[in-house]
Structure formats: structure tokens, C-alpha cells
T-cell receptor
């Protein structure tokens, strides 16, 4: 039973390029969350998606960042025109529901480095 | 607005001793869930324990227990009989009943000494 799959594990981009991070939730999970973690800091919520819908994007920067979870295929976090400040670990998580007791199942993260 | 506070950036504990990691939270909701996650140096996030706001008993999972004091809005993690493999970052998290997102504290780095 595969867990949450994220790829790539490491991504290096030059300033101004685009970064695409992919996440396949656990089988049977229709709720996907993206978090960003800076070194020695906690996880900051970015966006919550269900299939074909963005439900809560209150933590996502208004510019350059977008997320999608299409009917078929993985969820994608897209960062356009990356800057050095985008360097961070990006974690995807999924859950089977949205109750207060729903724990999150995390992927291994994507470490984005912007040169 | 919901908020999680972990005031201990780093903690040391001797192997086989117990250690308490502090967590306080703020929410205006009556229904919420509290979680602890462990992040070893390899980076993955591992779920440890859950406490619901209506649960009267403190949650326990093996060597982990959650000291839940609702009036004080605290949800401290107690690790008994520490092991070297417990060295990691520990994050307290909360999810409101009517919300969709889980928020995390800044974390506590635990060092277990042999």
C-alpha cells in the first residue's frame, strides 16, 4: 500500500525558472495539502485541494505560486520565476477525510534549491 | 485565529529518562484535534499521537502520552524511557473541527544522550 509519493526529491532551479512539484496522495485519499518548511522552522500551510477544486489557498503567496489537483494524475505545486527565497522543503500530505481527528499522511518532501 | 506555540527550541534528555515537550494552543473553537509529529533527520513527518478536544482521558500510544490540560490550553508530549532513536524534531499541531487545515508549531529539537 503505497504512501504519499512526492517527486522529485531534490530540485535545483536558477532564478527566473519554473519549478513543478508533484504529489500523488495515498490510495483512497481525496484531500491534499501542501506545506512549506524553511530550515529549523515548522511547516507553514499553503493550500488545501480536493479533486479539481482548490478549497483553501490562504497560505499561498498571491503571485507566482499555483496549485492544482486534476481529476486524473497527481497534484502539482507550480512556482513561476523562482527566487532565492523560494528555497525550502515542500511537503505534500493527504487524508481520507476532513474531520478534526484526521491525521495527515506525509510524503518525503521536495527540497527546492534556487541558485 | 488558531495558533500553536512551542517555546522550547531544543531539549536534552538522558537515555532511558522521561522528557516532556511543551505545547500551548489558541483557538476559539470548541471542537478541535491536537497532534504530535516527529521529524527525524531524514526529513519525513511521522504521526505520533492524537487528542480530541472532547476526550476526557489523556491519549497514550506506547511510550508516548499527551498531557492534555484543556483549561490551560496545553497539550504536552511526554516520552517515557527515551531512546537514542528519539532524537528528532517534534511538532505540535492542531486542526479545528470546522476547518480544513492543520497548523503546526515551530518545533522542538530533542537530543537524547547515551
Amino acid at each position: 500500500n503505497a504512501g504519499v509519493m512526492q517527486n522529485p526529491r531534490h530540485l535545483v532551479r536558477r532564478r527566473g525558472q519554473e519549478a513543478r512539484l508533484r504529489c500523488s496522495p495515498m490510495k483512497g485519499h481525496s484531500h491534499v495539502y501542501w506545506y512549506r518548511q524553511l530550515p529549523e522552522e515548522g511547516l507553514k500551510f499553503m493550500v488545501y485541494l480536493q479533486k479539481e477544486n482548490i478549497i483553501d489557498e490562504s497560505g499561498m503567496p498571491k503571485e507566482r505560486f499555483s496549485a492544482e489537483f486534476p481529476k486524473e494524475g497527481p497534484s502539482i505545486l507550480r512556482i513561476q520565476q523562482v527566487v532565492r527565497g523560494d528555497s525550502a522543503a515542500y511537503f505534500c500530505a493527504s487524508s481520507p477525510g476532513t474531520g478534526r481527528g484526521e491525521k495527515l499522511f506525509f510524503g518525503s518532501g521536495t527540497q527546492l534549491s534556487v541558485l | 485565529a488558531q495558533k500553536i506555540t512551542q517555546t522550547q527550541p531544543g531539549m536534552f534528555v538522558q537515555e532511558k529518562e522521561a522528557v516532556t515537550l511543551d505545547c500551548t494552543y489558541d483557538t476559539s473553537d470548541q471542537s478541535y484535534g491536537l497532534f504530535w509529529y516527529k521529524q527525524p533527520s531524514s526529513g519525513e513527518m511521522i504521526f505520533l499521537i492524537y487528542q480530541g478536544s472532547y476526550d476526557e482521558q489523556n491519549a497514550t500510544e506506547g511510550r508516548y502520552s499527551l498531557n492534555f490540560q484543556k483549561a490551560r490550553k496545553s497539550a504536552n508530549l511526554v516520552i517515557s524511557a527515551s531512546q537514542l532513536g528519539d532524537s528528532a524534531m517534534y511538532f505540535c499541531a492542531m486542526r479545528e473541527g470546522g476547518g480544513f487545515k492543520t497548523i503546526f508549531g515551530a518545533g522542538t529539537r530533542l537530543f537524547v544522550k547515551a
